[in-house]
């Protein structure tokens, strides 16, 4: 899943930085929503190929409103049934779209999204809270470091502010 990448080591280290500022900015942060707009904020403005970056909430049973983001306009409201943060929060799984033409369920928000990444949040009792959900508008933009940093933070969210 996720192309794999070369990088060079000064590459592989801006990941392992982002990581670690989110987690020394969150060390003592007790709110959900300031949690979101930090993690937001920390990816959107240091990885060039993010170009929509946010958080969709589980508000009721089967529903998704915006949450923090960056980047245009997001969809306001997405039930579990439609789109790729939908499967994400339905299955529980991540979604991967290097090309989003060839999706039919997915949501154009944006006419210049080309691939879409979507990361749930999961309690420890198995329950999705929330999925992160990251567009880009390049094609097949999202490497395996991208997929492994979003992931490990969404665990951490997940394990944190359930």
């Given amino acids: 899943m996720g192309k794999p990448m070369k990088l060079k080591k000064s590459d592989i280290e801006k990941y392992e930085n982002v990581e670690q500022v989110i987690y020394s ?5 007790d709110d959900w929503i300031s949690a979101m707009a930090t993690v937001v904020s920390e990816l959107h403005n240091n990885f060039s190929h993010f170009n929509w970056t946010g958080f969709y909430r589980v508000v009721s049973p089967g529903l ?4 923090p983001y960056q980047g245009t306009h ?5 039930p579990f049934t439609n789109g790729v943060c939908g499967s994400a929060a339905l299955t529980g799984e991540t979604q991967l779209v290097p090309d989003v033409r060839t999706r039919k369920d997915h949501i154009a928000c944006s006419a210049t999204t080309l691939s879409e990444i979507v990361v749930p949040v999961i309690s420890p009792n198995g329950d999705v809270f929330a999925v992160l959900d990251v567009d880009s508008d390049k094609l097949d933009a999202f490497t395996e470091y ?3 940093l979003l992931k490990t933070l969404c665990d951490y969210l997940g394990k944190k502010y359930s």
Avoid at 25 to 29: A, F, G, M, R, V
Wanted: hydrophobic share 40%; glycine share 12%.
């Fill in 64 to 67: 998704l409103k915006i949450g």
């Fill in 25 to 29: 900015l969150l060390e003592d942060e």
């Fill in 74 to 78: 997001g969809c306001i409201t997405i």
């Fill in 146 to 148: 991208d997929i492994n």
